[in-house]
C-alpha cells in the first residue's frame, strides 16, 4: 500500500465521539436518546413542496445558477428581521449549516496554538471543527447560569496568548441544556468588551423556549463585540444545511472570503426555497408547534427521572428549551463503561466526557428527549436507571 504523506494536521483531527457511539447504539430494538437529530415529525413538508413549485415556477434556472458568497439578498433581509435586535442585512452571511460558521471563525481566527475559551462542557462539533488550526482550546468552568466570568477572566491569558476569542452557547446549550442568566450575559459581554475579546455566541436552539421570557442575546448587547451563529437546521430542517453569521463589519469582508475559498456560496436553490417557506410569518406559526411538542417530551423525561432515580445518587439538568438534559451520575462511576449495561437494557445515551476541552469529567451524560415518544422516554429511563443499580461497586 502507498504510504502518502498526510498534513501534521490530520494526526489530530479525529471521527466525532458521538458519531462512533451512535454506530453502535441506533439498532433496531434501542431506544436511543443519543442523537442529536431535531424529530422528523417537525419537518414542514408540504410547505416545502409548494416552495420549490413556486420558486422553479417563478425564478426558472436562475433558482439553479451559481450565485453570491454573502447570500439571497431576500434571505439575509428574512434573517435579519426575524433576529430581536437591529441588525443590518449586510451582516448577515447566509452559511452551509451553521457547522461552516465554525469553519469558517476558525479559519479567520486562529493560528496553531492560539488559545480559545469555551465552557466546560461545551459543543464537541465546534471543538472539530476548531481542531484542524490546532488551537488550543481552554475549558473555562461554567455553573448553571453559564460561563463564569472570573474564571473568563483568569483564562483569557497575554500578550501573545491572548486568547483569540470566547465560544458560548446562552441558550439551552449542547450539551447541558442550561441557559445563561440575564445577569451573567450581561457581566460576560462588559467583560469580554473590557478585556477586547470577541464572543462566538451560538444559537441554533434559541426559538425552541418552552417557558418564560428569552434574556436578550449577547450580539444584541455589543453587536460590535460579537459573532452570532444561527441556524434554519432546528426550526426548518437540518437536510437543507442553511444557517446564518451574523458578524461586525470589521471581519465580515474576511469570512466572505473564506467562505468564497471553501464552497463559493451556499445552495442557492435552497436559499430561494426557505425565503419562500418563510414569507408571510410562517415561522411563527411554526415553531410554536415544535415548542409544544418539544415541551411535553420534556415533560415526560423529567417525570421519568423524577420515578426512576428517587433514591439514585443522580442528578438532572431541567432545561427551558431545547433538545438536550444533562445527567449526574454518582461520585467515581464512568459513564463510558455504564454504556453497555444500559444498551444491555435497551436504551442509549452519549457519554459526556467527549464534551470537555480537557480534564473531562466522566460521571455524566447527555440525554436528548426529541426523537423518542413519552412511552419509550419512560421504558428508557427505566433502563437507565437499572443499569445504574447494575454499575459494579469499586
Ligand atoms: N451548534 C450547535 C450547538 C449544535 O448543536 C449544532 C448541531 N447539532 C450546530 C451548531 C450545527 O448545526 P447546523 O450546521 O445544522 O446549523
Redesign the pocket.
Known amino acids: 500500500m502507498t504510504q502518502w504523506t498526510l498534513a501534521g494536521r490530520t494526526a489530530k483531527m479525529n471521527s466525532s465521539a458521538i458519531r462512533e457511539i451512535l454506530k453502535l447504539t441506533d439498532r433496531p430494538g434501542i431506544i436511543s436518546m443519543a442523537g442529536?437529530l431535531p424529530s422528523a415529525k417537525t419537518f414542514p413538508i408540504s410547505a416545502f413542496e409548494a416552495a420549490c413549485h413556486t420558486v422553479l415556477q417563478r425564478d426558472g434556472s436562475a433558482a439553479l445558477q451559481y450565485s453570491t458568497t454573502e447570500g439571497l439578498p431576500a434571505l439575509r433581509q428574512a434573517v435579519a428581521d426575524f433576529l430581536p435586535w437591529d441588525v443590518d442585512p449586510e451582516q448577515v452571511l447566509i452559511?452551509?449549516?451553521?457547522?461552516?460558521?465554525?469553519d469558517l471563525i476558525g479559519k479567520i481566527f486562529l493560528d496553531k496554538d492560539s488559545r480559545l475559551l469555551v465552557e466546560r462542557p461545551t459543543?464537541l462539533?465546534?471543538l472539530q471543527a476548531f481542531t484542524p488550526m490546532e488551537p488550543v482550546a481552554v475549558g473555562v468552568d461554567s455553573d448553571d447560569e453559564g460561563m463564569l466570568v472570573e474564571d473568563f477572566a483568569a483564562k483569557v491569558g497575554t500578550g501573545a496568548d491572548k486568547a483569540r476569542f470566547a465560544y458560548v452557547?446562552p441558550n439551552f446549550?449542547?450539551p447541558t441544556g442550561r441557559t445563561m442568566s440575564e445577569q451573567r450575559r450581561q457581566a460576560l459581554v462588559d467583560k469580554a468588551r473590557e478585556l477586547n475579546i470577541p464572543l462566538i455566541e451560538?444559537n441554533?436552539?434559541g426559538d425552541l423556549r418552552f417557558e418564560g421570557e428569552s434574556p436578550l442575546p449577547l450580539a444584541a448587547r455589543n453587536p460590535e463585540g460579537v459573532l452570532y451563529?444561527g441556524?434554519?437546521?432546528?426550526v426548518l430542517a437540518?437536510g437543507l444545511?442553511?444557517?446564518f453569521l451574523i458578524a461586525p463589519k470589521s471581519v465580515y469582508g474576511k469570512l466572505v472570503q473564506a467562505k468564497q475559498a471553501a464552497d463559493l456560496h451556499t445552495p442557492s436553490f435552497n436559499q430561494r426555497v426557505v425565503a419562500e417557506v418563510m414569507k408571510d410569518g410562517f415561522l411563527h406559526q411554526h415553531i410554536p408547534t415544535i415548542r409544544t411538542l418539544y415541551k411535553d417530551q420534556r415533560d415526560a423525561m423529567l417525570a421519568a427521572l423524577d420515578k426512576e432515580m428517587a433514591g439514585l445518587e443522580v442528578r438532572w439538568t431541567r432545561p427551558v428549551g431545547g433538545m438536550f438534559l444533562w445527567v449526574q451520575l454518582p461520585e467515581g462511576m464512568d459513564a463510558q463503561k455504564l454504556l453497555p449495561l444500559a444498551v444491555e437494557r435497551g436504551m442509549a445515551f452519549v457519554p459526556g466526557a467527549p464534551f470537555f476541552p480537557g480534564n473531562p469529567q466522566h460521571n455524566c451524560l447527555r440525554l436528548s428527549y426529541v426523537t423518542v415518544p413519552p412511552a419509550q422516554i419512560a421504558q428508557g429511563i427505566a433502563a437507565l436507571a437499572a443499569a445504574i443499580q447494575a454499575y459494579p461497586q469499586e
Open positions: 442529536g452559511v452551509s449549516g451553521s457547522q461552516q460558521a465554525l459543543y462539533g465546534a452557547l446549550q449542547n451560538d441554533p436552539y451563529m441556524s434554519f437546521s432546528k437540518p444545511r442553511l444557517g
